[in-house]
């Protein structure tokens, strides 16, 4: 494995495990940091997956994952050690954590541009925000054609170009581009599950920490959007049956089992399922208590 | 005049003996030496403790046959052969001291019942041997495998005894002995050869008795080199058996950075007592007959897996040390890797199995090979290891939904009433999971209705760990076993009950290994007790027919079959016992975490036992597992019988017998 040769960067991102309740600090409108359980982006984590499979395909490329991220967050990036990528770079310093995108993509470009690389991995989106700008504006200030929302990411042998499949509704597009490239990924083979004697060797794995003078950057501008306000959904209301329509719960559940409820156009409104069937269905989801009657 | 007998008589030339017992001593010894060697290819196993216990519960079972009667017909039939070829051999090493020692044994009344004895068990050995061939031959009894060597042992001792009855009869009738009647079939037999001249018998009956005696030393000189090594392994393996409980699986050292091999991905990683189980294996069918994975033609069956890895272990004694390396795919080309994931680790082959053999620890330490070296497992497990680790739980639910089930109920979370006296362990399924979340509350309507003071951990309770050990990864599953342990500890907790199965072999069986001892009681057990204290009092007037499906961690594994049984019959209900049940009963298909896995080979398990269920025309079919639960369920589902029969875990049934 050449140190410095070409390789795959992948962009991962730890992100809040957003299945805990995500408790906000009032004051800055962020994730209260004792709250706060570190996962792999979801996404970031496909993007990586989709790297290791070319590696394996075409062995000798390194694959080297840069994230920006504090020091409380080492512990997860270490899985993708544990999982086959050959090396982490930890980018963080004062200031970072307000970040945008496009703070994100400028401290990522300058990471990334002191290393060699044919192609550039990242997940489509980060799982707590969604902004799903950071790739995108990486490729631009690296000046690198990208394919966003990819399902599959195959490479050449001669390792000049990519193939890349995407979804679009009711469609699979298959794509060409010559590398270097960037594509986003949204959807694959989940993560490899780490081999226990790998997971134990990275334990002792120091991980690269860069400031932002040493990728040199001075600083990252300041945020121009400002998140306002957070506000939880709405309680979901478990009597779905009952609205004020006026209308027998039989009726009204066979109106919406024939595609009629919310459908505007007369064409969407299926063969409506008799009586019996329905009243059958009504007594099961009371019976299992999925709705309520109010 | 005192009765005896001449050894040796009509027999010129007796240093043929000498050397016939010569060859079979050095052929059984080398056989021996080569099997031995084979057995230390193995690693250490630690069972050298209890030699007192070991030995007399080897002698009570290999003397007893405990095991092997379960079986009637072919226990029976081995019982007999075993006694009878046991006494033919003592009776001949009398004859052989006598002989050599000049023991005057052989003479009185002593000799007389000496030949009763030896007639009679020759004649037993002959019925054993019938049975054994009609069983084997004629009546291709279930999935017996007819191998040459079959054939060969069983020729050989109707060989040994008919020749032996022979040269009696021929001694007799030449000698007109006057005590033949105390051998009864040799006299029978000398009646047909009375009148024939003298030396034509005395001719004949040296050739029967060089055959006798060329076909007994033969045989112990087969032992190494056949099935009949059974006679020493058998014993062997029953004394080295594990003593301890079979839901408890051997720990690795998982932090011990020495280590760099874990599970068994080669012959040489298991431990020497498992190569010696291959060699105790008969080939007699009780595993895989009862084998879940196997009924339903699924491509695990135990027995061949032993005797694959006998095969195996042959193969690499016949190499160098440093050719051994370079054998085959040990998983792969020697075990299939679909038959490791098949195990349900229900333990009915372990169970079944009259010489020991303990086939789950085998099939778990292949598993933790595929798992923790080469992460190599069904894909659908990825996500399950990742979200027991990440939310300790299988579905990746938010872990600090875990107490919302209770919400609205009067239960109380430890964190904020403190240390209770029962820890009430509710256990993934009884949390998060829909239809078990109403058996937890029915568990906790009858601690409530009893006043039993208890406490769940809430969000602090992590996945058992269960599936995850079976699956393979010992890592995750001692990671979740000390974070449990961590909480329990903090909180003082010493007595727990649980809801599922599963936990509670985990929590009472496997958490003692890493320190964690707490007194563990199964709900079925708790509320029994409940019961007979009369804490809570069953209005059993409910009727209708109930079957009972044994979860294989409750029963199988922990022996509780009596509790769950008596609960049901004192609500009222009539009992109607399945096909297959308490050490018999069939699994759901759910255990060793084959509940995360797709079922893609074979029927599915679940209809299987459905239909067991449905043969007994049940109104309701009760259980005490959440995986029970959910597969009898589906299985109800899939035969459009859920409007008649409901599936119901006692605890809900027990809770409308106090409302009622």
Not at chain 1, 154 to 183: F, H, N, Q, Y
Not at chain 2, 94 to 106: K, M, P, S, Y
Request: proline content about 6%; aromatic content about 8%; overall charge positive.
């Amino acid at each position: 494995m050449n140190e410095t040769g070409p390789g795959i960067v992948v962009t991962v991102a730890p992100v809040h495990d957003c299945r805990d309740p995500v408790l906000l600090d009032p004051s800055r409108g962020r994730i209260d940091p004792a709250s706060r359980r570190w996962i792999l982006n979801p996404p970031d984590t496909i993007a990586l997956e989709q790297a290791l499979l070319i590696g394996d395909r075409l062995p000798g490329f390194r694959i080297r994952v840069v994230s920006v991220a504090p020091p409380s967050a080492e512990d997860v990036l270490r899985e993708c050690l544990a999982a086959g990528a050959d090396e982490v770079v930890r980018v963080w310093d004062e200031g970072v954590e307000e970040a945008d995108p496009y703070g994100l993509a400028m401290i990522l470009a300058a990471a990334i541009r002191a290393r060699p690389f044919q192609l550039i991995l990242a997940g489509w989106r980060r799982a707590d925000v969604e902004h799903a700008q950071t790739g995108p504006m990486l490729a631009e200030l690296l000046g690198l054609p990208q394919i966003t929302c990819a399902r599959s990411v195959e490479m050449g042998r001669d390792s000049e170009s990519i193939r890349v499949e995407k979804r679009i509704p009711g469609r699979m597009l298959t794509m060409s581009c010559p590398l270097p490239a960037l594509v986003t990924m949204e959807k694959g083979p989940p993560l490899r599950y780490p081999r226990y004697p790998d997971r134990r060797r990275v334990r002792k794995i120091q991980i690269a920490s860069l400031d932002l003078g040493a990728i040199g950057l001075a600083g990252v501008p300041p945020p121009l959007v400002q998140l306002e306000r957070v506000t939880p959904p709405k309680p979901r209301r478990r009597s779905a049956l009952g609205a004020a329509t006026g209308m027998p719960v039989v009726a009204r559940l066979q109106r919406i089992l024939s595609g009629g409820a919310q459908a505007k156009k007369e064409s969407n409104i299926r063969p409506c399922p008799d009586r019996a069937s329905t009243l059958k269905t009504v007594e099961h989801l009371l019976k299992e208590k999925l709705v309520l009657l109010p | 005049m005192i009765t005896g007998r001449e050894i040796f008589w009509n027999i010129a030339n007796r240093g043929m003996i000498y050397l016939f017992s010569a060859a079979a001593f050095i052929a059984f010894g080398y056989g021996m030496y080569r099997r031995v060697s084979m057995w230390r290819l193995g690693q250490p196993a630690g069972r050298n403790d209890h030699a007192w216990d070991r030995t007399k519960s080897a002698l009570n079972l290999v003397l007893g046959h405990g095991r092997i009667l379960r079986r009637g017909r072919p226990g029976w039939m081995h019982l007999v052969i075993f006694w009878g070829m046991a006494t033919l051999f003592v009776g001949t090493t009398i004859v052989a001291l006598q002989a050599d020692l000049g023991t005057r044994l052989l003479q009185g009344r002593f000799y007389l019942y000496f030949k009763l004895a030896m007639d009679t068990a020759g004649l037993g050995v002959l019925a054993g041997l019938l049975v054994s061939f009609h069983r084997r031959y004629l009546d291709k009894d279930g999935g017996l495998e007819n191998r040459s060597e079959d054939g060969v042992v069983l020729a050989l001792l109707t060989g040994i005894i008919l020749t032996g009855f022979l040269v009696e009869s021929l001694r007799i009738a030449s000698t007109g002995d006057p005590s033949g009647a105390w051998s009864p079939v040799g006299n029978f037999l000398a009646g047909i050869f009375r009148g024939a001249a003298r030396n034509k018998l005395n001719s004949t009956h040296k050739i029967a008795w060089m055959a006798h005696a060329s076909l007994s030393f033969g045989m112990i000189g087969y032992v190494p080199y056949s099935k009949m090594i059974h006679i020493v392994t058998a014993p062997l393996n029953t004394y080295f058996r594990s003593m301890q409980p079979t839901g408890m699986l051997p720990p690795l050292e998982i932090d011990n950075d020495d280590i760099k091999r874990f599970g068994a991905g080669a012959l040489e990683d298991f431990t020497w007592k498992d190569l010696l189980d291959t060699d105790a294996c008969v080939r007699c069918d009780r595993c895989q007959s009862h084998c879940p994975a196997h009924v339903t033609a699924k491509p695990l069956s135990p027995r061949k897996l032993i005797m694959d890895l006998r095969a195996h272990m042959a193969e690499k004694e016949r190499l160098t040390p440093d050719d051994r390396h370079s054998v085959k795919n040990f998983i792969g080309d020697i075990i299939e890797e679909d038959a490791l994931w098949a195990c349900t680790t229900c333990g009915s082959c372990m169970e079944q199995c009259p010489v020991f053999v303990e086939h789950i620890p085998k099939i778990i330490g292949m598993r933790r090979n595929r798992v923790l070296m080469e992460s190599r497992f069904p894909t659908e497990l990825n996500p399950v290891f990742r979200n027991m680790e990440y939310s300790g739980n299988p579905w990746g639910l938010g872990r600090t939904k875990r107490a919302d089930w209770s919400n609205g109920l009067d239960v109380n979370v430890v964190a904020n009433v403190g240390t209770p006296e029962f820890l009430y362990w509710v256990g993934c399924a009884g949390s998060f999971e829909d239809r078990n979340r109403r058996v937890a509350t029915a568990m906790a309507g009858i601690l409530n209705h009893a006043g039993v003071e208890f406490a769940i951990l809430g969000s602090e309770e992590k996945c058992c760990g269960d599936s995850a050990r079976r699956l393979g990864n010992e890592y995750l599953f001692q990671s979740l076993v000390q974070e449990n342990m961590e909480t329990l500890r903090g909180y003082g907790i010493k007595k727990i009950i649980t809801q599922c199965p599963h936990c509670f072999n985990a929590l009472k069986n496997e958490y003692p290994q890493f320190g964690g001892t707490y007194e563990v009681i199964h709900h079925t057990e708790f509320v029994h007790r409940l019961i007979e204290t009369g804490q809570i009092k069953l209005k059993g007037e409910t009727g209708g027919t109930i079957t009972y499906q044994d979860p294989c961690y409750l029963g199988r594994h922990n022996g509780v079959y009596r509790a769950p049984r008596d609960i049901i019959n004192r609500s009222g209900f009539r009992f109607a016992e399945m096909r297959g049940s308490s050490q018999e009963s069939f699994c759901c298909g759910a255990g060793g975490g084959r509940i995360w896995m797709e079922e893609r080979l074979g029927e599915r398990i679940n209809i299987r036992r459905t239909e067991d269920a449905l043969d007994t025309s049940p109104e309701f079919i009760a259980t005490a597992c959440p995986y029970c639960l959910t597969m009898m369920e589906d299985g109800i589902k899939s035969k459009n019988m859920d409007e008649k029969i409901r599936i119901v875990d006692l605890a809900e049934l027990v809770i409308e017998a106090i409302r009622q």
